[in-house]
RNA sequence: GGAAGCGUGGCCGAGUGGCCGAUGGCGCACGCUUGGAAAGCGUGUAAACCGCAAGGUUUCAGAGGUUCGAAUCCUCUCGCUUCCGCCA
């Protein structure tokens, strides 16, 4: 949600933004609910505070000047009850467009719609050479007996997989690996509730234009996460941080859960797009000025731990028209995948300014000079590993000629083996 | 699933119809003290909205109701705790 005071104050601003997305917005219309609704409140107010004056003075009044006073506020409550109730009817379209409105990208942002002002960054690392035909994740880990998605299919329909044995301790070890780069630059590991409420989700903007994304269980009106993001960005749903607690950082580990609606027929073969995968998320709060700092450091973690893994990939900075409701920046890291013989995502950071933060009502407070200051704060959010991609990275770029796969360096530690072959 | 209790400010906790936006404590800020700090002492400290301002309105989990007047009484909803049952 923006500021309406800035909307008030920037109305054009804040429709180039929008449009920069590809929403349109009505601003005239939004604009005209708003003086309506400040001149009914100040009417609304007026009344009221006439009608407390009388009641205030009805325990020291004489008896007739009582029985006045008595009549006077019944009949001021009851011109009060009418405004109020114009009142909120208004107030609620008026939350209605505003919640409408998404973020507006950051200044640095390339405005171009949907795909085109996507830009890449940064090149890491080398494209593997093969002397033979590198094969897919999928035709790999079917092979060395670690991924299985035609029984996940008999099971549970299309875009599921088996994860198993040797390709499960993989997943544990990237876990662990994440964990302790992490860890050490002081997040706190979380393993989050999948399963969140309506008011939760809404207000982390994913029922809007992406609801058809979301699992949703009717009977208890709980919603499955796509990602922790919305399970650990409502952890602290109205909540007042001191300044002095802040930047607060987590890594949360979960399952994901997406529809795919919309999603038929691409990518339908292996493990890259499927409904249930497992991710590493990390999300900060932060104070506004430390903000841009913020979105930097979450981009430079994720590259480090990409680098670990001696994985090629690079970095995107993404353009407006690519941008999702809540992000105002956002940066891709998208690996390497030789069978594909291109890059395809495996990270993304994005940094959601105060906007997820007033939906959520997460402020902070901090005194200097005797003042104290209100503010809300700024909410962050980056990939630290999103796992079945990042497993199907390493089968495809650490395949050798026999069929066997490698183990990265430094996942050897965690994973007690080095090398993934056929039993 | 059955029963009971609870939900107050950044946090803890008092408050059972008008004197309550709310005693007190913690925290925080400023000052005094100190070589510096801690401790101690003093002062200050809820937020949102409307308004140039003076000021006003709202908020004691949420939504309704009773009343001229509700943190306080009534109804419903949600959440938490405890006991019982059930399951592990």
Request: with cysteine.
């Amino acid at each position: 949600m923006l500021d309406i005071k800035f909307i008030r104050e920037n109305p054009e601003a804040v429709k180039k933004g929008a449009a920069a997305k590809g929403v349109s917005i009505d601003i005239v219309k939004l604009l005209k609910l708003d003086t309506v609704k400040r001149e009914l409140q100040a009417s609304a107010e007026k009344t009221r505070a006439l009608q407390k004056e009388l009641s205030a003075a009805v325990p020291k009044a004489t008896p007739e000047e009582k029985k006045k006073l008595l009549a006077d506020s019944s009949k001021l409550k009851e011109e009060f009850l009418a405004l109020d109730e114009r009142l909120k009817l208004i107030d609620g379209e008026l939350v209605a467009e505003l919640m409408r409105i998404p973020n507006l990208p950051a200044p640095d942002v390339k405005i171009a719609p949907g795909e085109s002002g996507n830009e890449v960054a940064l090149i890491s690392g080398k494209r593997p050479q093969f002397d033979f035909k590198p094969k897919d994740a999928l035709t790999l880990g079917e092979a060395l007996d670690i991924i299985d998605v035609d029984r996940a299919s008999k099971v549970s329909g299309s875009r599921f997989g088996y994860l198993k044995g040797a390709g499960a301790i993989l997943e544990f070890a990237i876990v662990r690996y994440a964990l302790d780069i992490l860890m050490k630059e002081g997040f706190v590991p979380v393993i989050p509730p999948v399963m969140v409420g309506e008011k939760a989700m809404k207000a982390m903007g994913y029922l809007d234009r992406s609801a058809d994304e979301v699992y949703h269980f009717a009977a208890d009106n709980l919603y499955l996460v796509g990602t922790s993001e919305q399970s650990v960005g409502p952890m602290h749903m109205d909540e007042v941080f001191e300044a002095a607690e802040l930047p607060k950082r987590y890594v949360a580990f979960s399952t994901c859960f997406r529809r795919e609606a919309g999603s038929y027929g691409k990518d339908t073969r292996g493990i890259l797009r499927v409904h249930q995968f497992d991710k590493l998320e990390m999300v900060s709060f932060v104070l506004p000025e430390h903000d841009d700092a913020e979105h930097k450091l979450l981009s430079s973690l994720e590259q480090k731990m990409m680098k670990g893994l001696g994985l090629h990939f690079h970095v995107l900075n993404i353009g407006s028209g690519d941008l999702g409701d809540p992000a105002a920046r956002k940066y891709d890291i998208e690996a390497w995948i030789p069978s594909e013989d291109k890059f395809r995502e495996t990270h993304s950071t994005s940094t959601t300014t105060d906007w997820q933060a007033r939906r959520l009502n997460i402020r902070f407070k901090r005194s200097a000079a005797g003042k104290t200051e209100h503010g809300f704060v700024h909410m962050l959010n980056g990939t630290a590993f999103a796992i079945g991609r990042t497993i199907v990275a390493i089968l495809e770029n650490y395949q050798q000629a026999d069929g066997s796969v490698k183990i990265p360096e430094a996942l050897i530690p965690y994973c007690g083996f080095d090398r993934i072959e056929k039993k």
